[in-house]
Structures are given as C-alpha cells and as structure tokens.
C-alpha cells in the first residue's frame, strides 16, 4: 500500500469521483442524509493523537490530541459540487473551530472549472496536497514555512478567499494542470507587536481593498514519474489593526516558486523553492528578498514501512520588514521520520528533528504521532 493514495482519492481535483464512489457505500449515514437519491452528502474525517517532546528549555513533555477534521461534500447537479472542511484545532488550552475550505464549483466544459469561497492558496505541491489530514503526509510536521497563518513559523497566507479558475490540459507527452485565481489580501494587526499576531486571509473583508491575485502551473509526464510546478502570488499586506492606520499597506510583496514530485517504485522526492521579495511601504526598510526551500525524500522499505528525510531552510535580510513584523527567525532544520502504515485508514509515525536558528541553541524534538482518517 502507497499512502499517496489518499492524496488522489481525497484532495486530487481529478480524482473526486473517485472519493464519491468510495465514500458511498461506507458509510450508512448517508442514506438519512440525502438530498436525492443520486446526490448524497458525503462525509469523512482525519484525526491524530501525538507524543512530543523537547529539549527546548521552556518545553515539556505529553500526549496531545491533534486536529479534528470533519469534511463534506456533494454533487449539487451533474456540473456543480461544493466542499466544507472544519476543522477543531487544539490551541494548547482549548478547541477552536476553523472553517477551512468552504467552496462551490461549476465544470464549464470538461477542462475547465470555475469556483468562489475560501480554498488553499495553490503555493508548491505540499499546501496543494496535503491538507489539514496529517495522514496524508509522510511526516508529523510540516515544512516550518509552511504553517498555517496561525503557526508560529508561518510565513505565507496559505488560505485563500475568492475567486478560483482550474482545469487541464492533455498533451501529447504528459498533462498540464493550471490554477489561476484572486483573492482578499493578507493583512495584519501590528499593535500586537512583531510575532504578537497572525496573518489574516480576511473572510469577509479586505482592509485596503487590494486583491491578491496568483497561479500555478504543473507538468506531469506521462513518460517518467515526474512532476514540475511554477506559482506565483501578488500581495499588498494591509493593516488591520482598529485605529487610523487601518487599511494602510504595510508591505507589497511579490511570491514566485518552483517545485516537483518524484514517485519512483520505491524511492521518492518532494520539494519546492520560494522567492519572497518584499518593499516597505511604511518605514525606510526598503526592499528587500527572501527565500526558503525544502527538499525531502523517502524510501519504502517494504510495502508498509519507509523513513523519510527532510531539509529546510528559510532566510532573509534581518532588515526586511515583512519578516520583522511578523517576528520570523531565520532557521535551518533536519527532520527524520519513519512511517509505518497499520492498514489503509491509519499509520504510525516516529519523527526526530533538529533545528538550527540563526541566533540562539539548536533545538532538538522527538514525536510520535497515530493518524487515521474515517470514511
């Protein structure tokens, strides 16, 4: 069994039919809850429960419970569909409730799909792929670049509210699938001082009225298993802080990557490359380029067990001024996993990590994560 095919099944655009399919017949539920006999509300769930520990000086060691991931989705007519994922996220102290994708979309001819709500910001292959499932990854952890807005390592708006165009295009040697979309701008409140807050996707607003507009573009070769991307992404960071300043850009900032998959037989490889340029529109910081870049790589030893190896690195000017207001440290990390598949539906991962910040002592973790999925 290759766990990537929870990717195709669940979050593979493609591949959606064949989650209906599947999810049809598990669940007995679902008869209650039809709309018609043909258009049945399907539901699925990820969930985990962790042990994790440090040597960080303010760290301690425990068993936590992960996220909770309900998911729905429906077949509205023989065009259109829409998605809900919530998601209940362990703060440290409570459970919040995220909506996390919340979208409806409309085929307009077989290559071509147009969809309004809130998505994943289509940046590099992981946030395409692996979701808020943390079965769907090799790993306990994700890239530390890539948290989402509310981690304390997060860099990039990785949610998304507005307008989505995607499809694709067969080829002669392979497939071509594209994303173009706009969205609501990031924006964030600085009087909670640099790290103090999180980047807002802004659901319902968008504080200086700037929208973000990106794209990405992949490559799949029908000779080798190899797949190519290029992405790109517009922001102007608003303020979005109560008082007078509300609404005033803070930073304008252009994203531009590469990234690629590799699924050999046995071996495989992920990893993406991001170039942040970013102009002060505020002080005098001026502009100034960041980047960061993962490569990560696996090996199944067997059907069902395989370690995984991954390197990450993010840096930057000390000077630049986006990284500054949302308190960034420069950093370097390894992370060694394995993984063990029990069946299907839920997977054993051990994980040890290293991380190397700029300023201050190596960090090293050590977890153990049960991740299952519902269906």
Partial sequence: MRHASYVDL?????????????????????????????????????GDVNYLDSDATDATNAFSIGPLDLYAMQSIDDKTRAFIEIVFENDGESFVLDIERLWIKRALTDDVNVGMGRFHTPLG???????????????????????????????LPLHYVGLEVDGSIEMSAGELDYAVYVGNGPSYDTSAGPGGGEIDINNVAD???????????????????????VFGMLNDMGESGAGVNYGRTLVEQSIFGLDFKYAGEH?????????????????????????????????????????VYRYESLEFDDADAYFNILGTMQETRHVF?????????NALKFE????????????MQYGLQWAFMLL
């Fill in 352 to 363: 040890i990590s290293k991380s190397d910040p700029k300023t201050g002592d190596s960090v």
């Fill in 10 to 46: 669940f979050y593979g655009e493609k591949n959606m039919k064949t989650l209906h399919k599947l999810s049809a017949g598990a669940v007995t539920l679902m008869s209650v809850l039809m709309i018609s006999p043909a258009n049945a509300v399907e539901f699925g769930m990820f």
């Fill in 267 to 307: 071996f495989d490889a992920i990893g993406e490359y991001y170039n942040l340029k970013n102009d002060d529109k505020v002080g005098s910081a001026g502009s100034h380029t960041g980047t960061a870049y993962y490569l990560q790589f696996g090996y199944h030893l067997t059907n069902v067990i395989k370690p």
């Fill in 337 to 345: 996993a394995l993984r063990y598949d029990l069946s299907d539906t």
């Fill in 125 to 155: 292959y992981w946030n395409t792929n692996f979701h808020h499932g943390a079965l769907l990854q090799d790993t306990i952890s994700r890239p530390g670049f890539l948290d989402y807005e509310d981690g304390v390592s997060a860099i």
């Fill in 207 to 229: 504080p200086n009225r700037a929208k973000s507009p990106g794209f990405r573009v992949t490559y799949t070769s029908d000779a080798y298993p190899v797949q190519i991307g």
